[in-house]
Structures are given as structure tokens and as C-alpha cells.
């Protein structure tokens, strides 16, 4: 592998982005949900309202689009809704007044020139998520050059910015999930560049000499610091990632706060003084740890400090808490998404069924029946199956945090950088089966991290295509309209068929007659083939006129995707331990 088959030209990027943007522009007139009114209302609070009332207005209880993301994610719509432009389109006419008001759940029907704005927001916000995904696809192909590893850094970036699920989700349904995947991207890529640093320039520090308060930091542990101070502020926009803090935690403070010093010890030998080094220790420095400290905190509690300031502080704070945690929602969303809780609910609608039907002495009836159907696990209990999933991260990210200090990876080929991407993946895969309330959109989280692994091994581009098309097709009912039937296959086929036929290309096979897809492929593509004949043909015709069965085809759906996707789960927390254990 050579250099140049690291570069990702500039114009490339650029060329890129117009061409993606011209074809998202040609979606403003497709679908979209109620996350399109959600952030209509979010602009309309940010431009009319004080800041203290941000996180209470409710317009009377009249609307449920209340704000219920992070302080920083409001200033965002803020500076979306006060900005020059904004305004100019505002004075101009060619943008209407009542598009930025303050309207209740009905009678809010938005104009043309309202929704192509709001469009046009997303769009341009994705330059965040070619940024991110410019640095990511580039740092991991650096790393794994200078490692004699294979990685093709255009694939990876044109996989990531061309994912269907994201042009679904946002330019169709409308969210802004682009741009937050963008600043996650840019993280890894700061953890990514900060450990290739490690490893290219490690130093140890002498006991016994005295160092120089001059003395500025690695060029790893600035990486690193902008590593932990873009995630910080991606906590600080949107709270769902909160689950990806226990690996920064854990793989930071053992990575980046203990550093190797060598024992220095002087001898007389015929009146001369001889200098002896001793052996390597693990020392804790304080001075990293508080400088990353404040960076972190200033990060995330930055756009806080505002609403802190106001009259109110404690009850700004308890309103925000209460929007950002609603645990009244109940344990899953809308439909179920495609995780274990679905997997739970529908084996307790079949326990339901059959204890109903099925004969049963009355004496063990009477001891099963407080079990049927199976109680609903509350938000604490979902908390604490959460977080010991997390805990093979932790013990891990902290693992490897020693092994790339004693310098492993000059004796074999582990690689510290592979393993926290890996690390990324399975914390939000465990986030996403395991999490209570969680959207369907948020496997999108894992997908995009694992574009950066789909070229290095034959694994992991198997685990990158069966997590896509599973997870990208149980996005597919979010557009349920039949105008936009043709728009969502076609994306899922073309670009899941195109994924499929570059990676058997580039990607190593461990034997020469190897292929990408295997057996289980084949029957999971032949099941969810029928599942979408049944979904958008034979169940619209048959059980639809007369009503019944009418979330049959969400249910098979997130079921069918469900069992897939916890078998990927384990696939990726395997193949983690493997990345980080591998000597």
C-alpha cells in the first residue's frame, strides 16, 4: 500500500458534495414526518423566545414539539434562526413570517419556500458530515499504512457520505443526523491521529531529572485532548451518545493520563559517576489528567453556563433533565426498533397468545399468570442491562491503554487505533439493543463508525454489509408512503449492491475462493426480499382494506431485523476482544 492510496483530494470532496447536495436537492419535495414540524418549532422558539424560556414554552400545551435536545443543539437552531441570511430572507418576503412562528400541533401547514429553507438547512449541514468523514477515512488509512494494512480511503469515505439511511433520514424524513455523525467522525479521527502519534513518537519520562516548565505537550496528546474535546461537545448537542462516554473514559485515562518512566539510578565506579535506568513504570500524571479535566468540562458544560445564568438555575437545569430524559415514552418508540426490547415484547405477545389458548392446569396457570405477559422493565433496570453490556468497553479500552504504553505493537500486529473504532461500533451497538426508548435511527451510530473497518478484513467487511442491510432496512417503514416506495428501494438496492461488488474487490480474502457473502447472508436477503413483498404488496392489498393486522408488517419487520442485528452485536463484540487481545 502506498501513500497516495491514502490521499483523498480536496477537489474530489468538494466535487462530491455538489453532486450528493444537487441530488438531495431534488428530495425537497419527497415526504417528511413530524421531526420537520419538531425543528420548525424548535427555529420558532430560538427566534422568538428569551432564552430562559427555551425549555418550557410548550405554546400553552398546545404543541408537543417541545425542545428536548442539549443546550448546545438549541444554540444551533439559534444561529439557524437569527442569522443574516435568515433575516434578508425574511425582509425580502421570500421567506414568511409565520414559517418561524410559534404555531400549535394543528393548522400549520408550512409553505414552499419554508420547507425548501429547512431542506436547504440539512443540506448545507452535511458539510459537517464530509468533514468528518474526509478526516476519519484518512486518519485510519494512515495508521494502517504505516502498519502494512490494506484500507482504501476513497471507499470509505464514499460509503459513509452516500449511506442511505442518512439521505432517509434526513433529507426525506428530516432530521439532522448527518451532522452529528460528522463531529463523532472528527473525534475518532483525533483518537485515531493521537495514538499513530503514540506509537511513531513514544517518550518516556525520567525519574530524577528535572523538566522544564516550558515544556509543551506531545503532538499525540493534543490529538487526543481534541479527540475528547469534540466528543464533549457532541454530549453537549445531542445526549444519545452519552453511551460512547464510558470507552473515551476508560481508554483516555489509562491512554493518555499514565505515562512509561524509566527508574534512573547514579553508581560509583572508580571515582566516576555512572548512570544505570531501571526498569519501565506506569505512573499516574496529574498534570494530563487535570488539563484534560478542563478541556472536557469546558466542552460540555460551556453551553450550559447561559441558561445557569438566567433567574432560575435549579429549575432550568431540573427542565432541561426532564426533557432530555422522558421516561414516561414508555420502553420503546413508535414501532419497536430492531433490538432485544422488540425481541422481549413480541415473545411476550406470543407467551400472551398461547397461555390464552392453550390448555393449562388451573394450578400452574395461577403461577404463571403474573408473569403473562412479561412485566415491562423500568428505565433503572434498562440502565443498569446497559451498562454492564458497556463493561466489556471499559475493561478493555483500559487494557489496551497499558499495552499501547509498553510499546506492544513493535512485537506483532495490534494496532491501538483498530481497537477503539471496534470499541465505538460495539458501544453503540449495546447502546442501541439495549437502551430503553431507543429510535430506530440510532443504528445509524454504529454503521457509520464501521465504514472506516469495511476494508481492512474480510470480518469486518462482513459485519459492515449484514449490519447495513439490516439496519438500513428496518428504516425503510419510516417512509411508508407508496410515492416514495420506488425512491427508498432504489437507494437501498443500488448503494447495498454497490457496497457488495467494491469491497469483494479490495477487501483480503483469508482464502483465495472466499466471498463476502456467505449462507446466512443469502437466507437473511431472500427473508427480508419476501418480508418487503409482504410489507408493500401483499399486506396493503389483503389485511389492509378491512384493517386488521395493521402493524403486522412493523413487527415482522423489527423482529426479522432484531434477530439479525443481535447476531451482529455478538459479531462485533467478538471480533473487539479479538482486535484487542490479538498478539
Known sequence: MTAASTALPIKQVALTFLLLSALKHLLIPTYRSTDFDVHRNWLAITHHLPLSEWYFDDVDGGTVHTLDYPPLFAFFESFLSNNYITKALLCNGWLDERCLELLPDVDNEPSDNCIKFHRCTVILSDIVLFIGAYFASTSIGVVLRDNNRPHNTLLTFLLIVTNPGLIMLDHVHFQYNGMMLGILLCSIACMIRGTNHTMENDTTEQLGEEKSETKTCQSHQLWELGGAATFAALLAMKHLYLTLAPLYLFYLLRHHCFIVKKEISYKNYNNRKEKHQGEMKFCFSWKRFVILAVVTLVCFVGPFIPFLMQSNPI?????????????????????????????????????????????????????????????????????????????????????????????????????????????????????????????????????????????????????????????????????????????????????????????????????????????????????????????????????????????????????????????????????????????
Not at 432541561?320 to 414516561?328: A, D, E, I, V
Not at 426508548?437 to 469486518?460: D, G, N, Q, R, W
Not at 427480508?528 to 389483503?542: A, D, K, N, R, S
Not at 419487520?557 to 476482544?577: K, P
Open 315 to 583: 429549575g432550568q437545569l431540573e427542565q432541561m433533565l426532564k426533557r432530555l430524559f422522558p421516561f414516561g415514552r414508555g420502553l420503546v418508540h413508535d414501532y419497536w426498533a430492531a433490538n432485544v426490547w422488540a425481541l422481549y415484547l413480541f415473545a411476550s405477545r406470543v407467551a400472551t397468545v398461547a397461555f390464552r389458548r392453550i390448555p393449562i392446569p388451573d394450578d400452574i396457570r395461577s403461577l404463571v399468570q403474573p408473569f403473562i405477559p412479561f412485566p415491562e422493565p423500568t428505565p433503572g433496570l434498562v440502565a443498569i442491562i446497559l451498562l454492564l453490556g458497556l463493561v466489556p468497553t471499559m475493561i478493555y479500552a483500559w487494557k489496551v491503554g497499558t499495552s499501547s504504553l509498553k510499546r506492544w505493537w513493535q512485537l506483532n500486529s495490534f494496532i491501538p487505533a483498530m481497537f477503539f473504532v471496534h470499541g465505538v461500533v460495539f458501544s453503540s451497538f449495546s447502546a442501541f439493543m439495549l437502551g430503553f426508548h431507543v429510535h430506530e435511527k440510532a443504528i445509524m451510530t454504529a454503521i457509520i463508525p464501521l465504514t472506516l473497518l469495511a476494508t481492512t478484513s474480510c470480518y469486518s467487511a462482513r459485519l459492515f454489509i449484514r449490519t447495513s442491510y439490516l439496519g438500513i432496512f428496518a428504516l425503510l417503514p419510516l417512509l411508508f408512503r407508496t410515492e416514495e416506495l420506488l425512491l427508498k428501494v432504489a437507494l437501498y438496492v443500488t448503494w447495498l449492491s454497490g457496497a457488495i461488488f467494491t469491497l469483494e474487490s479490495v477487501v483480503p480474502k483469508a482464502k483465495g475462493n472466499e466471498t463476502l457473502l456467505t449462507l446466512f447472508d443469502y437466507m437473511a436477503l431472500f427473508i427480508m426480499t419476501c418480508l418487503l413483498l409482504f410489507m408493500e404488496v401483499i399486506h396493503p392489498i389483503v389485511f389492509l382494506p378491512s384493517g386488521s393486522f395493521e402493524f403486522l408488517p412493523l413487527m415482522a419487520t423489527s423482529v426479522a431485523c432484531g434477530i439479525g442485528l443481535l447476531y451482529c452485536w455478538m459479531e462485533s463484540s467478538v471480533i473487539m476482544i479479538v482486535t484487542a487481545t490479538k498478539r
